[in-house]
């Protein structure tokens, strides 16, 4: 109750839409509001989920974080980022995982943002003929990992990628040998 009460004196009005819409402003009170109703609405809980709530909650186009630096398509909103974690971090209720590593990490200059990212990862996932060796979702480089066995794989994928709509410069393609990995649910 005290974090809370802190958080409303600390933070009266907090500019939190997610990455690309017009900033709104939301009292704490309604940031917190704002919270539990994405969270009831999560259907999962993976690393992925997480993420993808704190892009809608957080302003600056959040597009991951690793143990040493986070992600933001507009490095310039970091206040207003920092400042919304810090009280999304008071919200009574459930606590959001990342909200600490995200009050300080570092940042860089992200191209995309979380939303956007997962949005292409499961349209190539559920679109795209499955000829990767692995996929991920690379918080690391703020970019949709896949591996290939073959140059002919990756360049068939690349060009399916694109005429589906997803940016080409958020692909990060590579060749790789090893066991063939044929994942049909999307994350």
Not at 68 to 81: G, I, N
Request: net charge neutral.
């Amino acid at each position: 109750m005290r974090r809370s009460i802190r958080a409303l004196l600390i933070a009266p009005v907090i500019a939190a839409c997610g990455a690309d819409t017009a900033a709104t402003p939301l009292s704490a009170a309604q940031l917190c509001a704002k919270r539990d109703s994405l969270v009831a609405h999560m259907t999962g809980t993976t690393i992925d989920d997480q993420f993808e709530l704190l892009a809608q909650l957080l302003p600056g186009g959040f597009g991951g974080l690793t143990a040493s630096f986070l992600y933001l398509k507009r490095p310039d909103q970091v206040d207003a980022f920092r400042s919304t974690a810090q009280v999304l971090s008071a919200c009574p209720g459930q606590f959001l995982p990342y909200l600490i590593e995200a009050e300080y990490a570092p940042v860089r200059q992200g191209e995309y943002d979380w939303v956007e990212m997962r949005r292409w990862y499961r349209l190539l996932r559920a679109t795209v003929p499955s000829t990767w060796n692995t996929a991920d979702m690379n918080e690391g480089t703020n970019r949709l990992a896949f591996t290939f066995r073959t140059d002919s794989a990756l360049a068939t994928f690349r060009a399916r990628a694109i005429a589906a709509g997803v940016p080409d410069g958020v692909l990060s393609l590579a060749l790789r040998e090893g066991t063939f990995v044929n994942q049909h649910t999307a994350h």
